[in-house]
């Protein structure tokens, strides 16, 4: 067996050219497919995290109602008390509580339906993002006016800058139509269109006072996230059995379409592997068949002298796992230095800026390798090496000595 290893290895490099453009096209080939994968799963869970950190967290506490009716007063009692109770669970990383109301904001140019969120900026401030979005001005600072926080789009649109007052219209908690001024405090961009253009927040003690229920202490929605996403289904079960009356749920409920995406990443990335080895496969077969034909001679007399069918046919499929493991190094290493640089900056897509906004994407997308694609790839090349060198082994065991000794 080590006598035929040895005659395998040295064979490859017989003709050092062929070898090496194989050797080439495998490690490019292997860098290009897990860079791929690692972007399209960076974009995936760009979009996902995106999602949670900008409105839905990870877990979500709700009047059992609410989210089928979405009526006002559907609330969710004593939230202070739960969100401490909240806080209280070691996989609770932070909790905000959301007074949520449908309305219209006015200014002297116009009018736009929005949706209003009465929110507590240093609560608020721990489990989305928008406070690391503020473009201009403070996330809800006290003062004499009631503060608003709106995005600079919506801002462009109701021709209104910082320190412009607006109105506010909608609901009080009896059902009345009420309104109340406010001043432009801050003005944010949270990268998504539909999210800033449809959304105002204010601070929540001061739609508490419009609505009438400031002696209540309501809130529509308790959002929390978590340590780890993983945990959230456990964190639900464990708050479910402490909330009566409330619904809890975790953000693959509250948005399906987080839940698809997760589950596509896997088919997706098989799908790329698939489509890879199918290239990858032709190629090699016709290296390798080229390579046995030019050794017609060289066979027949190898088989005349004693080496029987079975040794042959395992010399092909150790030359052709041979070169496979060979540029596996060489992929990997191109791999690494590549999502280390594109780790730091970050692969910018500005240029589809717009599109991105409409999904929430950032324009800045960070490739995210895992341990998994690496394994798959390795051994989807192991695989294609092995698959690829059956045929030509076979044409090289069908040979007949007497024939091939006399093949010019």
């Known amino acids: 067996?080590?006598?035929?290893?040895?005659?395998?290895?040295?064979?490859?490099?017989?003709?050092?050219?062929?070898?090496?453009?194989?050797?080439?096209?495998?490690s490019l080939g292997i860098w290009s497919l897990i860079f791929l994968l690692s972007f399209s799963r960076g974009l995936i869970y760009n979009l996902i995290d995106?999602?949670?950190?900008?409105?839905?967290g990870h877990v979500q506490v709700e009047h059992e109602n609410y989210r089928q009716k979405r009526e006002i007063g559907y609330l969710v009692e004593e939230s202070a008390r739960k969100v401490a109770l909240m806080a209280a669970d070691p996989a609770v990383e932070a909790v905000t509580?959301?007074?949520?109301?449908?309305?219209?904001?006015?200014?002297?140019?116009?009018?736009?339906?929005?949706?209003?969120?009465?929110?507590?900026?240093?609560?608020?401030?721990?489990?989305?993002?928008?406070?690391?979005?503020?473009?201009?001005?403070?996330?809800?600072?006290?003062?004499?006016?009631p503060p608003l926080l709106i995005s600079g789009r919506l801002a462009s649109r109701l021709g209104i800058q910082m320190k412009s007052k607006v109105?506010?219209?909608?609901?009080?908690?009896?059902?009345?139509?009420?309104?109340?001024?406010?001043?432009?405090?801050?003005?944010?961009?949270?990268?998504?269109?539909?999210?800033?253009?449809?959304?105002?927040?204010?601070?929540?003690?001061?739609?508490?006072?419009?609505?009438?229920?400031?002696?209540?202490?309501?809130?529509?929605?308790?959002?929390?996230?978590?340590?780890?996403?993983?945990?959230?289904?456990?964190?639900?079960?464990?708050?479910?059995?402490?909330?009566?009356?409330?619904?809890?749920?975790?953000?693959?409920?509250?948005?399906?379409?987080?839940?698809?995406?997760?589950s596509q990443i896997g088919m997706s990335n098989m799908i790329m592997i698939t489509i890879f080895m199918l290239a990858l496969i032709f190629g090699i077969i016709n290296t390798m068949l080229m390579a046995v034909l030019e050794r017609v001679r060289e066979l027949g007399m190898l088989m005349a002298i004693g080496m029987n069918r079975r040794k042959v046919f395992l010399m092909v499929v150790l030359e052709t796992l041979f070169l496979g493991l060979t540029a596996m190094p060489a992929g990997l290493i191109l791999v690494?230095?590549?999502?280390?640089?594109?780790?730091?900056?970050?692969?910018?897509?500005?240029?589809?800026?717009?599109?991105?906004?409409?999904?929430g994407m950032s324009e800045v997308v960070y490739p995210d390798p895992a341990t998994d694609i690496y394994l798959r790839v390795s051994l989807s090349v192991v695989a294609t090496a092995f698959l690829g060198a059956l045929y030509p082994a076979w044409k090289a065991v069908r040979l007949k000595p007497v024939d091939a000794l006399t093949k010019i």
């Open 1 to 26: 067996m080590g006598m035929l290893i040895r005659i395998a290895w040295r064979n490859i490099w017989r003709h050092k050219t062929r070898s090496f453009v194989v050797l080439g096209a495998i």
């Open 50 to 56: 995106n999602s949670i950190r900008r409105e839905i």
């Open 97 to 145: 509580r959301r007074l949520l109301v449908s309305g219209m904001v006015s200014s002297a140019r116009g009018a736009r339906g929005v949706q209003i969120w009465g929110v507590e900026p240093g609560e608020e401030g721990r489990v989305s993002f928008i406070r690391e979005k503020i473009t201009e001005g403070d996330f809800l600072p006290e003062g004499h006016s």
């Open 167 to 262: 109105v506010l219209t909608f609901q009080d908690l009896d059902g009345h139509i009420t309104a109340g001024a406010f001043r432009v405090a801050g003005l944010f961009d949270s990268g998504t269109t539909p999210f800033d253009e449809g959304t105002v927040m204010v601070r929540r003690e001061d739609l508490l006072v419009l609505t009438g229920g400031a002696e209540r202490d309501p809130a529509h929605q308790l959002v929390a996230v978590v340590v780890h996403p993983d945990s959230a289904a456990a964190v639900r079960d464990r708050l479910t059995a402490v909330m009566a009356g409330d619904k809890v749920t975790t953000y693959r409920e509250v948005a399906p379409e987080i839940a698809l995406y997760e």
């Open 336 to 359: 690494e230095v590549s999502l280390a640089f594109f780790g730091q900056t970050g692969i910018d897509l500005r240029t589809f800026s717009e599109g991105m906004r409409e999904y």
